[in-house]
């Protein structure tokens, strides 16, 4: 009788032990007392009634990613591909997800299946494949609304994979063939186009650059020349200046005038025709280099 007063006490420690609860981060817990919905536990210690109350649901407040496999859809256009999305959603409020609806991920997969199909029926398949931001608004949107009665936020919607019908792949690849094809020629035309401008622009410099080059040696030849004319012009006018200064009578004149037709000759001229002034003068000229020599 003595041991059973402690082993008495011994139960009921561990009976009470056993109905405390420590609900951990990022978690919530729905309780019941009597069948009825108590209370949502957060973080923290919580003790639990024996026999009256207990725990209906265990949830996690973070968010989820449930990868849904490929869904069948028709195209606006008559054009069945599977598609698979991807959902991201949170539990927003613990009860509602525990009373709101059996399976709620089982009901959030037909959800989207139905909402998938209903936008991919209105878009034909170049659409589809080119406007998977606008689908996937469009489903976060519906999806996001249709779960708030159900205490989930749906946080984003994302088609993980567009799978078209293998017929119209192949005629997509060759479409995309042709098309880098003719970007492929553009290219290469635009290149030679460019290279013949190149070319073209070179000669023309080519033939600018010789042209100044051919004037400049004419202009610096024409100039050497007048820079000739100009030295031997001035070297007369000296002449004639320094002959006036002496005094010089005309008869002196006369043969600088036939020394200079003499030099103008320089044995290459042909005919001459000597004044009859100068012809007179080269004759008194050799009289008086005779008359020298016989003295």
Do not use: C
């Not at 608004?137 to 779960?147: C, H, Q, S, Y």
């Not at 000739?228 to 000296?238: R, Y």
């Not at 008869?251 to 005919?271: N, R, S, Y």
């Amino acid at each position: 009788m003595e041991f059973i007063i402690p082993i008495i006490i011994l139960l009921v420690i561990v009976f009470l032990v056993t109905n405390i609860r420590i609900v951990q981060q990022a978690k919530a817990v729905v309780v019941e007392r009597l069948g009825a919905y108590k209370a949502t536990w957060g973080v923290g210690l919580h003790f639990k009634i024996p026999f009256i109350e207990r725990i209906a649901k265990t949830v996690s407040l973070k968010e989820q990613v449930v990868d849904f496999p490929p869904q069948p859809v028709i195209t606006k256009d008559n054009v069945t591909m599977q598609i698979d999305t991807v959902i991201y959603f949170q539990i927003t409020d613990p009860k509602m997800y525990t009373y709101g609806v059996e399976h709620p991920l089982t009901a959030i997969e037909n959800l989207t299946a139905t909402t998938l199909r209903n936008i991919i029926g209105d878009l034909e398949l170049d659409q589809t494949l080119t406007s998977r931001d606008i689908i996937n608004g469009k489903m976060r949107a519906i999806l996001d609304e249709a779960t708030d009665p159900w205490g989930i936020k749906v946080n984003r919607v994302e088609l993980k994979n567009i799978i078209p019908p293998r017929e119209i792949q192949d005629a997509m690849e060759k479409q995309m063939k042709a098309e880098r094809e003719r970007r492929e020629a553009i290219l290469k035309a635009e290149g030679e186009k460019k290279s013949a401008i190149l070319l073209a622009e070179g000669e023309k410099e080519s033939a600018i650059l010789r042209a100044d080059a051919q004037k400049q040696a004419h202009i610096l030849e024409a100039e050497g020349e007048a820079q000739a004319i100009l030295q031997v012009q001035q070297a007369t006018a000296e002449g004639i200046r320094l002959l006036n200064e002496a005094g010089a009578s005309d008869a002196v004149i006369q043969l600088k005038a036939l020394e200079a037709f003499a030099a103008a000759a320089d044995g290459k001229a042909t005919k001459i025709i000597i004044p009859s002034e100068i012809q007179s003068l080269a004759g008194l000229a050799t009289s008086l280099t005779e008359l020298a020599k016989e003295k």
